[in-house]
């Protein structure tokens, strides 16, 4: 059968194309001809591309694309097992923490160092670990450090009480020599009392091994971030490394009862995901965070923001924080965030917290979405968590092997848990790790609240917004453009979020 149709077609369009240009063009026309289709194209390209950064510049997590495939978007919802649990794809990649060829074994040396670490337990951990390569760089013999009891949680734990302090000397060894106390001779001798200035390289301390001349005992008043994140030699960043995830391994007593209630969590349902929820009363007050709180809430918060001397900044506004994704979650956002990704009701969640603030009256708004929630009290007995009572920093020992060992992590805020965690999670093979994107999260959040977005559009765009947000392989983030100044050190990713690529190796050339 003959198509009439498509015949009229062609026999139109070919008069109209004799029309305009004839049978036989010349060269010169033939170069108009394409010229003009080249510059009408490239007129296009520019349009549509000014357009597109326009609107994706005013909604930035509604770009052109995801509005043109809104089509698909109950079918985007359904994840599977793999999408939710499977860990990011890291063939080839392992740790790599040996020193190398040049590295300077660690010598004997009457030069000391004592530390007072400063902090929470992860604070303390890395802080300890740059402590370790600052002795190796200065040549000093590193006794072991004492732990802040000044903190927010008045722990009075000590060295030994949350690590193996042989295990740490032992396995150290080779790099540094440390010793459980100051020799007795030495106490009485006065000591050079020095802040280190953060972020330093190896050539501050190389400058400040002077002190030698005039003092046998340096002592350091602060351990926190001491080193750079970027820019030190290859052999030092593996140290580090050494030091933080082989070095300072828990104490038996901890290391014993943290990998009961793993093996118990996985009794109850094989997977689970561990949820740092930075729910707790000092962060909110230190955030200024009082989204959903009541008024008497938020006055408590506001008091002890007021009253906390170190803490700089008193006056907060807190739409302006939450907006701004300097929030952390809240248990009701969580829950969202968690149904959006995909996750069943059934899935256990472990919550590796301090006491929630607001108890039961807003955790009831993540456990009516997941009510297999779980609390270390309701995996250990009282028996065993009586040993820990009132040392919080024993029991967020606990929360961070339970959370190393999870199928997932998931931290509602970026503070020292979530970044070490995640730089461990990155060391052993890059376990999942879904870090919430807090400012967009909240746009849309907001946006399905006051109507703005279809609730069904929900999951699309979570799930598109965390597609590669799941602690896949990538080099460390630098420092933010257009920031000078020692301020862009504060901008880096910090080294031990991401050891990668001085601790952790492939045999690809790079990844993004």
């Not at 170069?31 to 597109?52: D, E, G, P, V």
């Not at 809240?330 to 149904?339: A, H, N, Q, S, Y």
């Not at 607001?358 to 993540?366: I, Q, R, T, V």
């Not at 997932?408 to 990155?426: K, L, Q, T």
Request: proline share 5%; hydrophobic share 35%; aromatic share 10%.
């Amino acid at each position: 059968m003959v198509n009439r149709g498509a015949h009229h077609s062609r026999t139109i369009f070919s008069s109209a194309t004799a029309r305009i240009f004839p049978r036989k063009p010349s060269p010169f026309t033939i170069t108009l001809q394409i010229f003009f289709l080249f510059a009408f194209s490239i007129l296009l390209f520019l349009f549509y591309t000014r357009n597109s950064f326009e609107y994706e510049q005013k909604h930035p997590y509604f770009s052109r694309e995801s509005l043109l495939n809104q089509v698909d978007v109950h079918s985007t919802v359904e994840m599977s097992e793999e999408q939710l649990w499977y860990a990011p794809f890291s063939h080839g990649v392992h740790p790599c923490i040996e020193p190398t060829a040049k590295y300077k074994a660690a010598i004997g040396s009457d030069r000391y160092m004592t530390v007072r670490s400063n902090g929470g337990l992860n604070q303390m951990r890395t802080g300890i670990s740059d402590m370790v390569a600052v002795a190796h760089i200065m040549n000093a013999t590193l006794v072991i450090p004492q732990l802040d009891k000044r903190s927010f949680w008045h722990d009075s734990s000590t060295f030994s009480d949350i690590f193996d302090e042989l295990h740490f000397i032992q396995t150290l060894r080779g790099d540094v020599q440390i010793v459980k106390e100051l020799p007795q001779e030495l106490e009485a001798l006065p000591r050079a009392r020095k802040h280190f200035v953060s972020w330093s390289g190896v050539s501050y301390y190389e400058e400040l091994t002077q002190l030698w001349k005039d003092y046998q005992v340096v002592h350091v008043a602060k351990s926190d971030s001491r080193l750079a994140n970027n820019g030190l030699p290859l052999d030092i960043q593996r140290l580090r490394c050494r030091a933080l995830y082989h070095a300072l391994r828990f104490a038996p007593p901890i290391e014993s009862l943290g990998k009961k209630l793993v093996e118990r969590l996985r009794a109850r349902g094989g997977r689970y995901i561990a949820l740092h929820l930075r729910y707790e009363k000092d962060m909110l007050a230190y955030t200024g965070c009082t989204y959903g709180l009541s008024d008497a809430e938020s006055e408590e918060l506001r008091i002890m923001r007021e009253n906390t001397k170190h803490w700089k900044v008193k006056n907060i506004n807190s739409t302006e924080q939450r907006v701004g994704g300097f929030c952390p979650l809240t248990p009701k956002e969580v829950g969202i965030f968690l149904k959006a990704l995909g996750y069943p009701p059934s899935t256990p969640i472990y919550i590796a917290a301090g006491e929630i603030y607001g108890g039961n009256a807003h955790l009831l708004e993540l456990t009516s979405r997941f009510p297999n929630v779980v609390f270390k009290e309701t995996l250990a007995t009282h028996e065993e968590l009586r040993a820990f009572a009132n040392h919080a920093s024993q029991t967020a020992a606990l929360d961070y092997i339970i959370s190393i060992e999870s199928d997932v992590f998931v931290p509602s805020y970026s503070g020292n848990m979530a970044r070490a965690v995640e730089g461990h999670r990155r060391f052993l093979g890059h376990r999942k790790t879904i870090s919430p994107d807090r400012k967009g999260l909240v746009e849309v959040f907001d946006m399905v609240e006051s109507g703005q977005l279809e609730r069904s559009m929900l999951s699309y765009l979570v799930q598109q917004m965390h597609e590669d947000r799941q602690g896949a392989p990538r080099k460390r983030r630098g420092p933010i453009q257009g920031i000078k100044g020692r301020g862009r050190f504060r901008t880096e990713e910090n080294f031990y979020e991401n050891p990668y690529p001085e601790c952790i190796c492939t045999s690809k050339r790079h990844f993004q």
